[in-house]
Structures are given as C-alpha cells and as structure tokens.
T-cell receptor, first 113, second 112 residues
Framework: NAGVMQNPRHLVRRRGQEARLRCSPMKGHSHVYWYRQLPEEGLKFMVY????????ESGMPKERFSAEFPKEGPSILRIQQVVRGDSAAYFCASSSARADTQYFGPGTRLTVL | QQQVKQSPQSLIVQKGGISIINCAYENTAFDYFPWYQQFPGKGPALLIAIRPDVSEKKEGRFTISFNKSAKQFSLHIMDSQPGDSATYFCAAAQGGSEKLVFGKGTKLTVNP
C-alpha cells in the first residue's frame, strides 16, 4: 500500500525557468494539499484541491504559482519563472476526506540557481 | 503573523530522559492539534493528535497535554531514545478546515 508519492525528489532550475512538481495521493484519497517549507521554518499551507477543483488557494502566491488535480493523473504544482526565493521543500499531503488526517509525501526539494 | 508559536527551537536530552516541547496558539477557533515527526530528508509523519474536549492523550511513550484556557499544548516523550532524534512540529487547524498551521519546529537530539 504505497503512501503519498512525489517526484522528482530533487529539482534544480535556473532563474526564469519553470518548475513542475508532481504528487500522487495515497490510494483511495481524493483530497490533496500542498505545503512549502523554507529552511529552518515550519510548513506553510499553499493550496487544497479535490479532483478537478481548487477548494482553497489562500496560501498560494498571487503570481507565478498554480496547481491542478485532474480527473486522471497526479496533482501538479507549477511555478513559472522561478526566482531564488522559491528554493524550498514542497510537500504534498493527501487525505480520504475533508479535514481528515493528512498524510505527507517525502517532498520535492527545489533549488533555484 | 505567527499563529502557532513553538519552543524550544532545539532540545538535547539524554537517553531515558523526558523530552518536552511546548506550543501556544492565538486563534481560539482552532480545535484540532496534531504533532508531526520529521526525519531529515523525509516528509512529516503524524505522531499523535488531540482535540480540546480532552486535556491529555497518551499513545505509548508520547503524551499530549492540552490547556484550553492558556491556549497551550505540549508534547512529552517519555524514556527518550536516540531513534527519537528528529524535528517535531506542532500544528493546529480550525474545525472542518483542511488548512494546518504549523509551528516552526523543534530539533530534538537524544544522546545515547
């Protein structure tokens, strides 16, 4: 029974490039959450999605960031025109129901050169 | 605005000792308080969680104490082991909300 899967685990991008982070929730889970962790900081909520719907994106930066969770396939967090300040660990979590226990993936560590 | 304040930032304990990590929150609407354990290079894993209708919850060597009037909650790790060395995060969420608000974390080191 695989847990939450994220790929890639490490991603290096140059300033101005695009970063795509993928998250496959646990089997049977249809709720996905994205969090960002800066060095020496706790996790900060970014966005909550259900299949084909963005439910809460109150933590997403207004520009350059977008997320989707299509009917088929993984959830994608997309960062356009990356800047050095985007360097962080991005974690995806999933749950079987809204406000239920969230199970986290291993994270994608993004480094922007 | 930091809604959940966690202390200490780091903690060193001898094997067999008690590790205590404290968190304080501001939003009185919070009603779900989980603790997560994170090892280097891994994602956070749920350790134990509590709701405000109880003042204490124990699971094995891990205990959460909750003080609603003081808006504080703490994690106690009894008989701490070197394998407990990790970063611990407290978090809080508002009823029905999926948005977890995390503290900044406590790096625990248990010396053998």
């Amino acid at each position: 029974n695989a847990g939450v899967m994220q790929n890639p685990r490490h991603l290096v991008r140059r300033r101005g490039q695009e970063a795509r982070l993928r998250c496959s929730p646990m089997k049977g889970h249809s709720h996905v959450y994205w969090y960002r962790q800066l060095p020496e900081e706790g996790l900060k909520f970014m966005v909550y999605l259900q299949k084909e719907n963005i439910i809460d994106e109150s933590g997403m930066p207004k520009e350059r960031f977008s997320a989707e969770f299509p009917k088929e396939g993984p959830s994608i967090l997309r960062i356009q025109q990356v800047v050095r300040g985007d360097s962080a660990a991005y974690f995806c979590a999933s749950s079987s129901a809204r406000a239920d226990t969230q199970y986290f993936g291993p994270g994608t560590r993004l480094t922007v050169l | 605005q930091q809604q959940v304040k966690q202390s200490p930032q780091s903690l060193i304990v001898q094997k067999g000792g008690i590790s205590i990590i404290n968190c304080a929150y501001e939003n009185t609407a919070f009603d779900y308080f989980p603790w997560y354990q994170q090892f280097p290079g891994k994602g956070p894993a749920l350790l134990i969680a509590i709701r405000p209708d109880v003042s204490e919850k124990k699971e094995g060597r891990f205990t959460i104490s909750f003080n609603k009037s003081a808006k504080q909650f703490s994690l106690h790790i009894m008989d701490s082991q070197p394998g407990d060395s990790a970063t611990y995060f407290c978090a809080a969420a508002q009823g029905g909300s999926e948005k977890l608000v995390f503290g900044k974390g406590t790096k625990l080191t248990v010396n053998p």
